[in-house]
């Protein structure tokens, strides 16, 4: 993002722009992502970047679900990939599914959510937009277990667990190995989970200070 600033290159910077709203969402910082939503917006507007617009306006969605309005983010994120669909893109677009996954959970609408994630497997099924799939894996769990379906949920936790670690992704895989541990702490598959979260964490790096990171070493200390 320095670069493209350096260079003066609006595009470049739109682009960076939504992959650092992107990492904000995924560690769940708010302001952050309410930051660069904005600005990603303002670029966007202002050179006719509608790509980018349509993604600035979907974050800031998800920024209205975790400030307290989940039913006007949700509407938001709806009514700009409607548009997004319309205009022929599809770059990111699981990405912004699991955006409006957790605009419905927070709404407390679950059965919509796992609607939306399906579909959003289905889109990656079609396109082999692959990038996104652990963190709709994990959602999927999570929503499942709300649901009261907790054997399917730990089923999905585990494919998060595998395809996250494969692609690298080693946040997405940590956050659903501390999800697949606690679903399995009544049952038979807990020692498979604890398993994997050890090894995942043993090949993060030492110092990590994300929230997820010591709620996995407080699991595996039996806290």
């Given at each position: 993002?320095?670069?493209a600033r350096r260079i003066n290159h609006p595009y470049s910077l739109a682009f960076a722009l939504n992959f650092a709203a992107y990492i904000a969402i995924l560690g769940r910082d708010v302001a952050a992502t309410a930051a660069a939503a904005g600005e990603l917006m303002a670029i966007s507007n202002a050179q006719g970047f509608q790509q980018w617009l349509a993604a600035g306006a979907i974050a800031l969605g998800w920024v209205m679900a975790h400030l307290g309005d989940a039913e006007q983010g949700d509407a938001q994120i709806l009514q700009v990939l409607g548009m997004y669909d319309a205009m022929g893109f599809g770059l990111f677009r699981t990405?912004?599914?699991?955006?409006?996954?957790?605009?419905?959970?927070?709404?407390?609408?679950?059965?919509?959510?796992?609607a939306a994630i399906d579909e959003a497997l289905a889109f990656a099924g079609s396109t082999e937009e692959r990038a996104f799939l652990p963190q709709l894996h994990y959602l999927r769990g999570e929503v499942l277990v709300e649901l009261g379906r907790p054997d399917e949920g730990e089923r999905e936790f585990e494919a998060a667990v595998t395809i996250g670690r494969a692609a690298g992704s080693n946040l997405q895989a940590l956050r659903a190995a501390v999800s697949w541990v606690r679903s399995t702490e009544d049952s038979g598959g807990a020692d498979t989970a604890r398993a994997a979260l050890a090894e995942i964490l043993a090949g993060l790096f030492e110092g990590g200070d994300a929230p997820e990171i010591e709620e996995a070493r407080q699991l595996l200390s039996g806290g």
């Open positions: 993002m320095a670069e990405q912004y599914a699991a955006m409006r996954v957790d605009a419905l959970r927070i709404a407390g609408r679950p059965e919509d959510a796992l």
